[in-house]
């Protein structure tokens, strides 16, 4: 790939693992972390498109707020204000998969600036970055708050264009969210799908140019 | 509700049963119709959403077909095209609720006009509102295909106002899905929501003037 002259992550369930939480809603709700875990994530990428639909953006963290709200509601789970901050809270304690320092370290000592393009803001994204020590890693930390919109909107994509000042085709975007993937090819992007769960790839008209099943793979697609 | 002069209906899942195609699914693979047609439908929906978030319109019919591809790969359930196209034609034949016939004619004998505005075709909706001998009853039938856009973006609510010739607020809205019931909502529809499953509202911002378990519920709601 000798024209790709910079790398844009996703950030949650990419780089770092959304299922972290899976813990602390343990401790809250026991035995039921893993379902809640589950629903949450997928009502709060449902809640992010459909406000961006609704012509209403309110920050990620809201509707990750409206999700767990929903999702404890219908698994009929009792949820006070203290326990929904807590959980919620959780979000920015949220942990790199481990591959990720490592595979950083590696891309950036071969000359490639990387970067973060998250559907968070700004404060969540720093918070977990600087948390697990890898802001000296990335080039540029980039939140769709500039744009007011959510992945998979085309307006998303064009910041990492500008935060680089690259075209599309000179910029690799490596997301494990099939969705997000297509949305980036679709926008003219060079894609790796990280195939973490060995789903198949969602039918968006797209297909991925490389599929790796983590992070690990990433260094020798690059520089193999 | 003095000051409604018109309602609007959602199709799939409020006055059609997208469920209907379970006894084909059934018969194609046995005893996985339920699994099949849930995730389907969730499917449809997805695409629905992040097709137009990329600015990619594609007909309602083609992201159904989409999403069963997606959905039977998913299942590890081998799909050939012949079956494709016998399972996706089960959506022109799903039937109505079992009270809709009596409460559209209720309505209507009270001078209220009726329309569909429905995120499928002219040709979906007015094959299954004909096979189920309904095409009278309907003053307009709407559908997405005009603006190229899916619910709940906010232009296809416009779409009603124009159709009737009336404001917004003079036109109760009528959906059991409540992220459709949210947009309307939104959009400034007084709105009814049907809870046909017991469910707890989407977390969207918004609430409905009014929930209904069956529409059987909707002509003494309008003129009780």
């Given at each position: 790939m000798a024209d790709i002259k910079a790398v844009v992550f996703d950030l949650?369930?990419?780089?770092?693992?959304?299922?972290?939480?899976v813990g602390r809603c343990d401790t809250v709700f026991p035995s039921r972390g893993r379902e809640i875990s589950l629903m949450w994530r997928q009502k709060q990428l449902e809640y992010s498109w459909l406000r961006t639909l609704m012509g209403q953006y309110i920050p990620f963290e809201d509707a990750t707020a409206d999700a767990l709200r929903y999702t404890c509601r219908h698994l009929g789970l009792g949820l006070d204000d203290a326990q929904a901050r807590d959980l919620c809270d959780e979000y920015l304690r949220i942990r790199p998969f481990p591959e990720v320092p490592a595979v950083l370290r590696a891309l950036n000592e071969r000359g490639l600036p990387l970067a973060i393009l998250t559907n968070g803001s700004v404060h969540s994204m720093t918070s977990v970055v600087q948390q697990a020590g890898l802001?000296?890693?990335?080039?540029h930390l980039i939140s769709v708050e500039k744009v007011r919109l959510f992945k998979p909107h085309t307006q998303v994509y064009e910041l990492s264009e500008r935060a680089f000042g690259l075209s599309r085709s000179e910029l690799l975007f490596v997301s494990s969210n099939a969705w997000d993937a297509s949305g980036a090819r679709h926008f003219g992007h060079p894609v790796c799908w990280v195939n973490r769960s060995g789903s198949g790839f969602e039918e968006l008209g797209q297909r991925p140019d490389h599929i790796i099943e983590?992070?690990?793979?990433?260094p020798s697609l690059l520089h193999g």
């Open positions: 949650y369930g990419t780089l770092f693992d959304v299922h972290s939480v802001r000296g890693e990335f080039a983590s992070l690990e793979g990433l």
